[in-house]
């Protein structure tokens, strides 16, 4: 396996996880007959999408992973400034963060190594 190949997927497993906490909120709150909690499978739609992305492009998927980051600190910004700040922080901020730098690094040594 090549580096860039295992930093695709060390890449994948951060927003990876984040998704599942998406899916377990959303399966949670639906099972207790709150169908707000259908809303959670959007962003872990979303994230999805961009993971696929980052697999296939991961110049593109890094870019755009970063940016979804920014999106969401911004998003989550009056949530960052309170007392529970940690939560929103490491559970959809800093993957999307992690991940995009880590899949511009393996575009970086894919153009490289071509």
Known sequence: MTTAKGMKIAALIPPGLATAILLL????????????????????????????????????????LLLAGVLAALFFSDALRGPEWLAPF?????????????????????????
Do not use: N
């Open 25 to 64: 909120f959303a399966v949670g709150e639906t099972a207790s007959s709150d169908w707000s909690g259908l809303g959670h499978l959007i962003p872990a739609a979303l994230i999805g999408l961009l993971m696929w992305l980052g697999w296939k492009r991961p110049m593109w998927g890094g870019i755009l």
């Open 90 to 114: 490491l559970i959809i901020i800093a993957p999307l963060l992690l991940a995009g730098l880590v899949l511009l690094g393996a575009a970086w040594l894919e153009q490289k190594a071509a």
